[in-house]
């Protein structure tokens, strides 16, 4: 990117209220801890599906490639063909195409896995319309119950690929049903197993090197020796792991927009929710469920932070804003900068308070948000 073009994304950062500022020392940060867990001979595949779990696809794959990463994994042939149009030349899988639209990933590059037999007769019948070599992905289901052939079907999908000479397996991989909880670690371990197993019948079967991967990122924590070729990360690319080796690379902020001074019986916002018990300096910030917010955060569930202060939500949460209690700020003006996590609030604390999970909080960030890397 040239200085021009840095110095007009750089202006236009400063028109938006509502930015989602990346750490780019944090996003290093996490993928040597995640290294230092697999060794150097274990490939790391990004998973951006969902906007990179909301973070920002585009943005975050141009900044992970400088980082070494040659592998994405996304979820669907849209997503992909957004990459690639935004000059992603990278090794892009689809971990769960359709039927419908294996021809549109074939021709954009793309790698499609292949999880069923009608998957795979539909990607033999389109195979033989191109003349270059098509590289999937085979999934195996060990125990997700999900996606993916179950071992005993594994043999028969073998004997139609190797029939077929322009198709060649990429990878081979499954998923861990419960990678993070210990109570489930024989299941885990069982399914590890498994794919061993699967491993072994498939490296008979064929004469090329393939690559093997069932890790997820709680999985490379708590599993690292059954690391194979290849591990698949989001979550601990962008979220860390909540210890004080990673980061959630992530700061959401906002602005108060308006200023105002409310008496005691005024009501705030949609179906008059809140009534003021006493005079009150509110705040209004500029994002709301149309943003990510959702409506059920209202009523003081959710809280904006400004120098460590605490300023709840009151009432219903609006489209496009909401209305934060300012009452203990003694200074506070129109266009001050307020923090919905970062620095201030940990993204796993406030996953908490809410019940969800972390990933509940990003993937639902609207678009609209800027994306910025700093």
């Not at 496009?320 to 604390?349: A, R």
């Not at 996953?351 to 948000?369: C, D, F, H, Q």
Request: net charge positive.
């Amino acid at each position: 990117m040239n200085h021009f073009a840095k110095n007009v994304i750089t202006m236009l950062d400063k028109f938006f209220s509502t930015k989602l500022e990346l750490n780019q020392n944090f996003l290093k940060k996490n993928i040597q801890f995640l290294k230092s867990k697999i060794g150097n001979q274990t490939e790391i595949i990004a998973v951006l599906k969902a906007n990179a779990y909301g973070f920002g696809d585009i943005l975050l794959a141009k900044r992970i490639i400088k980082e070494g990463i040659k592998n994405i994994a996304v979820a669907d042939f849209e997503e992909g063909s957004r990459l690639r149009n935004n000059g992603i030349s990278s090794s892009i899988m689809i971990m769960y195409p359709g039927l419908n639209n294996l021809k549109p990933i074939i021709e954009n590059n793309l790698e499609p896995t292949i999880y069923s037999f009608e998957m795979l007769n539909r990607l033999i019948l389109e195979g033989k319309k191109f003349k270059n070599k098509i590289y999937f992905h085979l999934k195996i289901d060990t125990g997700m119950g999900r996606y993916g052939f179950l071992p005993s079907e594994l043999k028969s999908a073998i004997i139609k690929i190797k029939n077929e000479q322009n198709l060649k397996i990429k990878s081979v991989f499954s998923h861990l049903a419960s990678s993070k909880s210990k109570e489930d670690k024989p299941f885990s371990l069982l399914q590890i197993e498994k794919f061993q197993i699967q491993k072994k019948i498939i490296e008979k079967r064929l004469p090329y090197k393939i690559k093997f991967h069932i890790l997820n990122s709680h999985g490379v924590i708590n599993y690292s020796n059954a690391a194979f070729d290849m591990v698949r990360v989001g979550f601990g690319l962008y979220y860390g792991f909540n210890n004080k080796k990673t980061s959630c690379i992530g700061e959401l902020k906002s602005s108060i927009s308006q200023v105002k001074t409310i008496k005691k019986g005024d009501s705030v916002g949609y179906n008059r929710s809140f009534i003021a018990k006493k005079n009150m300096k509110i705040g209004i910030v500029p994002m709301g469920y149309a943003d990510g917010l959702k409506r059920s955060w209202g009523h003081q569930k959710l809280s904006f932070f400004r120098n460590n202060y605490n300023l709840p939500i009151l009432g219903e949460i609006s489209m496009d804003s909401c209305v934060i209690d300012l009452g203990s700020l003694k200074k506070v003006k129109e266009g001050d900068e307020v923090i919905l996590f970062g620095k201030t609030q940990n993204i796993f604390d406030l996953s908490s308070k809410l019940n969800v999970i972390p990933y509940e909080i990003t993937a639902g960030l609207s678009k609209r948000i800027r994306r910025t890397l700093v």
